[in-house]
């Protein structure tokens, strides 16, 4: 039973899905169903938060010496993830009133704080286990059943799944977690990520006042050639979403913020461009020809900027003309201001630009203020 939903990208429809939590609440229902009616259901259907109801089909359950037992396969639509297509299963039996939700092999562990759940709770988030429990209680309330039931959240191949998600990197242990807000996992979405980059950002400030921020792996491997990485200093990735970073920085307790990146991301931040990803923004040319002519570039030299098909290859230009350090320091100051534009005085933040090629690019006044405290804390 496909999920036929859909919406329209350009000219792609793109098919929702819908998110472990879903097919927890879902397998909970029917093997709720099967407990108290000794009926296996053909299907169960919810209605998730974002109004969209969700109905599959039941093929898989059972029942045991405690209980019964039903499962819902995940179905992520057209924003596949290592959890589609995964058995999440859902065990229950008697107990005398209330219900309780736990999560089993292949449910992960929270063992970090900081989480959504506490330390050594099972990493069911409180959005999916309020859906599991309201259809948990619809259940009962059909059948007229007034006792309590006991609910296991369990993936059988959950543990193999979390291996390729950051749970380990956010103290999630032996298992993949339970998510979803919406109960939908809209096609091609992004905050997924930005919200894994706010878990560990929350995380990471209750450990220090102080953060190298990064996009990528470049940049990883900048900061341990420079030495950066033994300042006692946490790093974070933020892969394009530096804006979202920034903002969620701003509501933690954080005191100063290093910014490392190569000058590809970085020139774009010159000019205000705060998701660094190509299909939002480009314009590297422009921020250089621009900066460039500021600095007395002439119309030969701008042209050639606008014409180069990366950000070394601009650099060579500016070296050829005799004007790389002015037009390099012209837009980490650009820089700088943007950054500070948008923390508000929140934090401190400077800026460490560099290359593949031509390594450390320069470092903006506050990059050079922040690095001192730090080195002389050591």
Same mark, same amino acid.
């Given at each position: ?41 053909? %299907? ?45 299963? *859902? ?51 059909? /059948? ?91 790093? #974070? ?43 939002? *923004? ?10 460039? *002519? ?23 230009? /500016?070296?050829? *003309?005799?004007?790389?350090? #002015?037009? /390099?320091?012209?837009?980490?100051? %650009?820089?700088? #201001? ?41």
């Amino acid at each position: 039973m496909t999920f036929e939903y859909y919406h329209r990208s350009g000219t792609k429809l793109l098919r929702y899905g819908y998110t472990t939590g879903t097919c927890a609440a879902l397998a909970a229902a029917a093997a709720t169903r099967l407990l108290l009616s000794g009926k296996a259901p053909e %299907a169960e259907e919810l209605m998730t938060g974002k109004g969209i109801p969700v109905r599959v089909e039941i093929e898989v359950f059972g029942t045991d010496e405690t209980g019964a037992w039903a499962s819902v396969y995940k179905d992520a639509g057209d924003d596949s993830d290592v959890t589609d297509g995964l058995e999440i299963r *859902a065990h229950v039996s008697h107990r005398e009133e209330g219900i309780t939700i736990d999560g089993g092999k292949g449910i992960g562990r929270v063992t970090k704080p900081g989480l959504n759940q506490p330390v050594g709770n099972a990493a069911i988030n409180s959005g999916p286990r309020e859906q599991i429990r309201a259809a948990v209680e619809t259940v009962c309330s059909e /059948l007229r059943y007034e006792g309590g039931i006991d609910v296991l959240i369990t993936a059988p191949e959950g543990e193999k799944a979390a291996e390729k998600t950051f749970n380990a990197k956010l103290g999630i242990e032996g298992g993949i977690s339970i998510l979803g807000t919406s109960g939908i996992v809209e096609p091609m979405s992004e905050q997924a990520l930005v919200d894994t980059i706010e878990i560990e950002l929350k995380q990471t400030a209750l450990e220090s006042d102080r953060l190298i921020i990064t996009p990528g792996n470049y940049g990883e491997d900048f900061i341990a050639e420079r030495g950066l990485d033994q300042m006692d200093v946490p790093i #974070q990735k933020f892969s394009n979403f530096l804006g979202e970073t920034l903002d969620i920085l701003s509501g933690l307790d954080v005191r100063e913020v290093l910014l490392v990146a190569h000058v590809g991301k970085l020139s774009k931040v010159a000019a205000g461009i705060m998701n660094t990803h190509s299909k939002y *923004a480009d314009g590297r040319n422009e921020i250089f020809c621009a900066h460039a *002519a500021i600095c007395g570039a002439d119309t030969e030299t701008c042209r050639k900027l606008m014409d180069a098909a990366t950000t070394d290859a601009c650099i060579e230009i /500016l070296e050829e *003309a005799g004007i790389r350090e #002015q037009v /390099l320091e012209s837009i980490l100051h %650009a820089v700088q #201001q943007k950054l500070e534009h948008r923390v508000k005085g929140k934090y401190d933040i400077g800026a460490v630009m560099f290359s593949n090629v031509y390594g450390l690019l320069g470092t903006t006044e506050e990059a050079d203020i922040i690095l001192s405290k730090w080195e002389e804390d050591k």
